[in-house]
T-cell receptor, first 118, second 112 residues
């Protein structure tokens, strides 16, 4: 069974640029959630995708957007990067929908992508 | 609104001593509760979870946590700390929506 993978592991961008982060979900999972973890903080929920549709969003501006593909992998896009966007971005996959409670809504996390904005 | 509070951003214990990391939640509905561990430059690993089946939950690496509704707490304990337990620990809560609300974390240092 393949776990959650994320790419790239590290990324350096300059302010104003755009970035795309990628996540492959664990086998059998149909839901992907994205979190931002600033240095010294707990992860903050950005949004979740279930069956290619956004299924909940945290308090993040529209320049944070995402996609989910038919194979349930996902992308996180951030436009007009700001210095405060520097963080570890975590992706988590889970079983969503009617079966979610059967799996206790457990989310499995990838290793993260460390984004530095200069 | 749902929130999670972790008391103590840093906790130091001697090797072999009791580990106690505190977590309180605020929710109108008893949530699912989780403890995650994060080692440097790594993602989050699930230690244990409370899903209303039993109030005392046993997890991996000798950790356990007790759900106390009257105190809205879900403290993490381990009887005897090992050097390998040094890491950042996060408490998280989840209700009807699928997103997790995390506390700000507690960094555990184990002194030899």
């Amino acid at each position: 069974e393949t776990g959650v993978t994320q790419s790239p592991t590290h990324l350096i961008k300059t302010r104003g640029q755009q970035v795309t982060l990628r996540c492959s979900s664990q086998s059998g999972h149909n839901t992907v959630s994205w979190y931002q973890q600033a240095l010294g903080q707990g992860p903050q929920f950005i949004f979740q995708y279930y069956r290619e549709e956004e299924n909940g969003r945290g308090n993040f501006p529209p320049r944070f957007s995402g996609l989910q593909f038919p194979n349930y992998s996902s992308e996180l896009n951030v436009n007009a990067l700001e210095l405060d966007d520097s963080a570890l971005y975590l992706c988590a996959s889970s079983v969503g929908g009617a079966l979610s409670w059967a799996f206790n809504n457990e989310q499995f996390f990838g290793p993260g992508t460390r984004l530095t904005v200069l | 609104a749902q929130s999670v509070t972790q008391l103590g951003s840093h906790v130091s214990v001697s090797e072999g001593a009791l580990v106690l990391l505190r977590c309180n939640y605020s929710s109108s509905v008893p949530p699912y509760l989780f403890w995650y561990v994060q080692y440097p430059n790594q993602g989050l690993q699930l230690l244990l979870k409370y899903t209303s089946a039993a109030t005392l939950v046993k997890g991996i690496n000798g950790f356990e946590a007790e759900f106390k509704k009257s105190e809205t707490s879900f403290h993490l304990t381990k009887p005897s700390a090992h050097m390998s337990d040094a890491a950042e620990y996060f408490c998280a809560a989840q209700t009807g929506a699928n997103n997790l609300f995390f506390g700000t974390g507690t960094r555990l240092t184990v002194i030899p």
